[in-house]
């Protein structure tokens, strides 16, 4: 619901500032009848003025004469909306839509605590009043995406701390509904740019660092989940200071989830390309029947089972699972029992040539009791069956340690060979979510100090590569047995992270497929999204409290392990690494529905309401395509030796070294690149003059064996 809201002229100076224009307000209102009259009409949410939300709407005094009449403002409201209801301040005020007085003190008491109570169409007049005052040259020229919108006006005089270039850069602060954007004055193109972009989604903790004058002077500093850090300084600004770090706080972490921008986000991709098969709406890529009729399903052993319609039986789960065809739904509503959060085996996969079978789950409910499920021995013993090897192979991806102590204290653990005939168990030794998240933050630590000494030594103790270089092992060790025709089941604890990176790896490398754009996306839909990766949790996704114990980097490893591979065979990916930061990117700005939420059951709710992250991937490919692509359908066969492991830097440090595409300043990268030419000038010299001594030496080699045949 919207109303026009029009402020008495006198009032407007108090509440908006002393420097706007004296006009009346009289003039803003034919404002509102001419330029956004078409907006209104095509959004009819769109509200003319915006509070925030304890504040709801007002209407005031008709700026054109002493008393109003009750008609004046609802024939406003009836041209715009056709409709009517009574407005409610946060103090109980109760407002009749046909309009009422309201004091000057009790306004400026509701305005005072806005954090943001202009909406765009009044801002933009005010700064069309504003930038008649201005330069042309020098207005703000900032991008907005469709359905993003400014908050408050720009804060102006801020100053950027940018730490890599030790530089403090001044420029204004600009907050829209999406991101907080730096802006500068470029004196080289004389035009104002945005050349710090961070999403409030990203922001993982705002927070106050002591300034040039610690004892009175604060920066903020914002602390992003891509390691990013952001100083801004407000120069003795208090007030303003105090207030955008407010309104960071609530944009940042919402207290719902649909808080977020993808709900506000229109993308609407073109028209796709005449030979393009690929869906337009990113939502509808997998289809869990177009992917097992890809796989070419054998329909006398497996089926596709509607047991968990509605997610009656597992909410983590996908709707729909594929399950051997001798297991009927009683048996299967035994081994969702038996196995943790009902996290069933399932096949992901099936080889094309040997038909063994890739199954997922979670681990069984075994407990110190040893306790067994006779339903649960006969579903593993039908998947081992359905390929003609006489061995199941169970990869627990958890170190052997970790699984007993699951047993005993939490009731859990893994099974016991004893119970499941022709069935061997591995242990892959991945740690867990908690030391995961522990060496990101000790490599975000290296990354962000930018100092030399004992690098590699400090690098090393990170572990991170050496976590790398064990998943790896592992998914190569399913990719070996599957090539044999051995079918396996992989599963960790509850079987949605270390599971999800295991198995996605090991297909990755089987099958072609997957490494085309569209494929791995169909692989994240599937091994990630459908199987109930929790995303939310993980990322923290509106989290204020940065320090949760449930935050891990699984998502990012895995990603991190598929660069691995994709520096050993570059040629045979369709997508770039842009296309890998993209996602990462995306992943934590919540700008699409993609990564929301922690499993399908909620995430199928936001579907229509929220663009899919592949919608604008494949609706903009030439961004993201490897022109080195070959296709090979041929099984990769990476090298996993920790001395074949290399960092991410195109990932983990791009926010933290100096380089010509992070500078804030043409004028910078001017003088960087010209130091640069002048540098390979200078190299081409003493190149030219090295070759002109070896010609000179050749010459004169050349010479002296001439006089010595003459000679002889």
Not at 301 to 307: E, R
Request: charged residues 25%; proline residues 5%.
């Amino acid at each position: 619901m919207a109303f026009a809201v029009f402020f008495q002229e006198g009032l407007q100076k108090e509440l908006i500032g002393g420097d706007v224009n004296d006009r009346p307000l009289a003039d803003f209102a034919e404002y509102l009848k001419t330029d956004s009259k078409d907006e209104a009409k095509t959004n009819r949410e769109l509200a003319l003025f915006h509070f925030s939300k304890e504040i709801q709407k007002l209407i005031l005094k008709n700026p054109q004469s002493e008393t109003i009449p009750n008609t004046s403002v609802a024939q406003i409201y009836e041209k715009f909306y056709n409709g009517s209801s009574p407005l409610e301040l946060n103090d109980g005020m109760v407002l009749p839509l046909s309009g009422v007085e309201v004091s000057k003190d009790a306004l400026k008491k509701v305005l005072t605590n806005a954090l943001y109570p202009l909406h765009p169409i009044y801002t933009r007049y005010m700064k069309s009043l504003k930038d008649k005052k201005r330069d042309d040259l020098k207005q703000l020229d900032v991008d907005l995406l469709e359905g993003e919108q400014i908050l408050i006006p720009a804060v102006e005089d801020i100053e950027f701390l940018d730490y890599i270039a030790k530089r403090r850069v001044k420029g204004s602060l600009i907050f829209s509904n999406y991101q907080i954007q730096f802006a500068v004055y470029d004196a080289i193109f004389q035009k104002w740019e945005a050349r710090v972009k961070v999403p409030y989604a990203a922001i993982m903790v705002i927070e106050k660092v002591p300034g040039q004058n610690p004892a009175n002077d604060q920066l903020i500093q914002i602390r992003c989940k891509d390691s990013r850090i952001v100083r801004f300084d407000f120069k003795g600004k208090t007030e303003a200071k105090a207030k955008c770090e407010r309104l960071m706080s609530q944009m940042a972490f919402p207290e719902n989830p649909h808080g977020f921008f993808a709900f506000s986000y229109k993308y609407v991709p073109p028209s796709p390309r005449s030979n393009d098969a690929i869906p337009k709406d990113g939502w509808q890529l997998y289809n869990i029947f177009e992917e097992m009729l890809r796989m070419q399903l054998p329909v006398n052993k497996w089926k596709i089972s509607d047991i968990n319609h509605e997610y009656v039986k597992a909410k983590t789960y996908p709707s729909k699972i594929v399950v051997p065809i001798g297991m009927t739904d009683e048996d299967l509503d035994s081994v969702f029992a038996y196995r943790s959060k009902g996290r069933i085996p399932a096949l992901t996969w099936v080889h094309p040539i040997t038909r063994a079978a890739l199954v997922r789950s979670s681990q069984p409910l075994a407990g110190i009791k040893g306790n067994r499920c006779a339903a649960d021995e006969k579903l593993l013993d039908l998947i081992r069956t359905t390929s003609t090897s006489d061995t199941l192979y169970i990869l627990d991806a958890r170190p052997k340690a970790n699984a007993m102590t699951n047993q005993v204290i939490k009731g859990m653990g893994f099974e016991n060979e004893n119970n499941y005939p022709n069935c061997k168990i591995e242990f892959l030794n991945i740690p867990n979510i908690h030391t995961m998240r522990d060496s990101l933050n000790k490599l975000y630590i290296l990354c962000q100090s930018g100092e030399d000494e004992k690098y590699l030594t400090r690098l090393e103790a990170t572990k991170w590569m050496e976590y790398s270089h064990i998943i790896l092992t592992g998914a190569v060790r399913i990719a070996n047995l599957l090539e044999d025709g051995c079918p396996v089941l992989i599963h960790c604890s509850d079987g949605w992270d270390r599971t999800a990176q295991l198995g996605g790896i090991a297909q990755l490398l089987l099958d072609g497929y997957y490494r085309t754009i569209v494929g791995f996306q169909v692989l994240i839909e599937k091994e990630w999204l459908s199987f109930g990766h929790r995303f939310q949790k993980r990322i923290g996704h509106g989290m204020k409290n940065f320090e949760d114990d449930q935050r891990s980097p699984v998502f990012l490893q895995f990603l991190d392990c598929v660069y691995q591979i994709f520096v050993q065979f570059p040629c045979s990916f369709e997508f770039n690494l842009k296309f890998l930061l993209e996602i990462m990117d995306q992943l934590y700005s919540c700008r699409f529905g993609t990564f929301l939420f922690n499993h399908s059951k909620n995430r199928e709710a936001i579907v229509g309401k929220t663009v899919s992250l592949w919608t604008y991937i494949n609706a903009n490919l030439d961004q993201y395509v490897n022109v080195f692509y070959m296709p090979d359908p041929s099984v990769l066969q990476p090298r996993v030796g920790m001395k074949d492991m290399v960092l991410w830097k195109e990932y983990f440090y791009r926010w933290h070294r100096l380089n010509p595409n992070n500078i804030i300043t043409r004028e910078m990268r001017v003088e960087v690149l010209q130091t640069t030419l002048d540098g390979r000038n200078a190299r081409m010299k003493e190149m030219e003059d090295e070759i002109r001594k070896l010609k000179q030496e050749l010459e004169q080699h050349k010479q002296d064996k001439e006089k010595e045949v003459s000679q002889e």
